[in-house]
């Protein structure tokens, strides 16, 4: 049987998997479950667009006629929005919108955009 680090501050018993408390703090496991889901970004409201046929299908003709990073000359393996589309599907949609970026360009930028997640934690 799996175990888990009980939650509560300062304690360092075992919980039994599936469950977040100990033995000791069990009466706390009902107000846990409770707690309000953290809200989705709004990112993830147009998430879905990358999931789509179309943007499938785009990326991949993009990439086949542009297959090198455009920063360091690597094999490309990102078709990467220029301007950010907010989930307009005319500007995600646009090959004039994209630039072919290897992984660790994209991360980079992707990072940058989003001033390193800086406040996504708490």
């Not at 003709?61 to 920063?71: N, Q, T």
């Not at 220029?82 to 072919?100: C, K, S, T, V, W």
Request: charged share 25%; net charge positive; glycine share 4%.
């Amino acid at each position: 049987m799996k175990t888990t680090l009980c939650h509560k501050k300062g304690c360092f018993c075992t919980a039994v998997s599936g469950l977040h408390f100990c033995e000791k703090h069990k009466e706390l496991e009902a107000e846990y479950n409770k707690r309000p889901t953290p809200q989705r970004k709004k990112s993830s409201a147009y998430h879905s667009l990358y999931n789509s046929t179309a943007w499938r299908q785009t990326s991949k003709a993009f990439l086949a006629k542009y297959p090198y990073c455009f920063i360091c000359g690597a094999r490309a393996t990102v078709a990467d929005h220029i301007q950010p589309h907010r989930g307009e599907p005319a500007l995600f949609y646009d090959m004039n919108n994209l630039q072919p970026l290897c992984w660790k360009h994209h991360s980079a930028k992707t990072l940058k955009e989003n001033n390193y997640f800086k406040g996504a934690r708490g």
